[in-house]
């Protein structure tokens, strides 16, 4: 139905499923089927937009699709972490996918715990982003927020400082935005995170 609606755009990334994981949730029996049988559907609207897969465990293990890639073009695959949870296992399992070439995109990714809890961890999260900086790897960060308060949040979405209409417009001044959300500011422009004080 989206590939339908979108699939002149050239502006549009499809993610086929977030985080598939569960007991029996593997790549070769179970993700992989599914993208094989998803992604025909997708080209026959859309020929060329990138489509992302989601990998094993939440979509941390990007190397077990490494040893069994799809086939077909303009085929990405999904990493998240939460910088407080994951740490060099996790870049390693990435360093073993782009050592067979497997295209990677981050799709999601939180300064805090993978619970959306506990603190922001700024030293954590730089070692990550200078990973994926130095790996060419995008990402996406986690997330504007919801109406479930979570220390990942960017904004204070639950609060009601500010209206519906203006949460959904953006350009917040910054004691409308968390701390997670000033430390993915500081990172998408460029700029020294400075902590509030």
Same mark, same amino acid.
């Given at each position: 139905?989206?590939?339908?609606?979108?699939?002149?755009?050239?502006?549009?990334?499809?993610? +086929? %499923?977030?985080?598939? !994981?569960?007991?029996?949730? @593997?790549?070769?029996?179970?993700?992989? *089927?599914?993208?094989?049988?998803?992604? *025909?559907? +997708?080209?026959?609207?859309?020929?060329?937009?990138?489509?992302?897969?989601?990998? *094993?465990?939440? $979509?941390?293990?990007?190397?077990?699709?490494?040893? !069994?890639?799809?086939?077909?073009?303009?085929?990405?695959?999904?990493?998240?972490?939460?910088?407080? $949870?994951?740490?060099?296992? !996790?870049?390693?399992?990435? +360093?073993?996918?782009?050592?067979?070439?497997?295209?990677?995109?981050?799709?999601?990714?939180?300064?805090? %715990? @993978?619970?959306?809890?506990?603190?922001?961890? #700024?030293?954590?999260?730089?070692?990550?982003?200078?990973?994926?900086?130095?790996?060419?790897?995008?990402?996406? !960060?986690?997330?504007?927020?919801? *109406?479930?308060?979570?220390? $990942?949040?960017?904004?204070?979405?639950?609060?009601?400082?500010? #209206?519906?209409?203006?949460?959904?417009?953006?350009?917040?001044?910054?004691?409308?935005? #968390?701390?997670?959300?000033?430390?993915?500011?500081?990172?998408?422009?460029?700029?020294?995170?400075?902590?509030?004080?």
């Amino acid at each position: 139905r989206i590939s339908a609606l979108y699939g002149d755009c050239p502006n549009v990334i499809y993610e +086929i %499923c977030n985080e598939p !994981n569960g007991e029996g949730v @593997d790549w070769d029996n179970c993700i992989k *089927p599914y993208a094989e049988a998803v992604i *025909p559907a +997708i080209r026959e609207n859309d020929p060329d937009n990138i489509i992302i897969v989601g990998t *094993p465990n939440w $979509s941390q293990f990007v190397d077990e699709a490494a040893k !069994n890639p799809l086939e077909g073009e303009n085929i990405m695959y999904t990493l998240h972490f939460y910088a407080a $949870s994951h740490g060099q296992e !996790n870049r390693d399992r990435v +360093i073993e996918a782009l050592d067979k070439n497997l295209p990677i995109f981050c799709t999601e990714w939180g300064s805090t %715990c @993978d619970s959306g809890g506990g603190h922001v961890d #700024t030293e954590a999260s730089d070692i990550w982003l200078a990973f994926l900086a130095e790996n060419n790897i995008s990402w996406c !960060n986690w997330s504007i927020g919801g *109406p479930t308060p979570e220390m $990942s949040n960017a904004l204070k979405w639950a609060s009601d400082y500010l #209206t519906r209409e203006e949460k959904y417009q953006g350009h917040w001044p910054d004691e409308f935005i #968390t701390t997670s959300g000033l430390y993915a500011k500081s990172q998408i422009l460029g700029i020294e995170y400075v902590p509030a004080t």
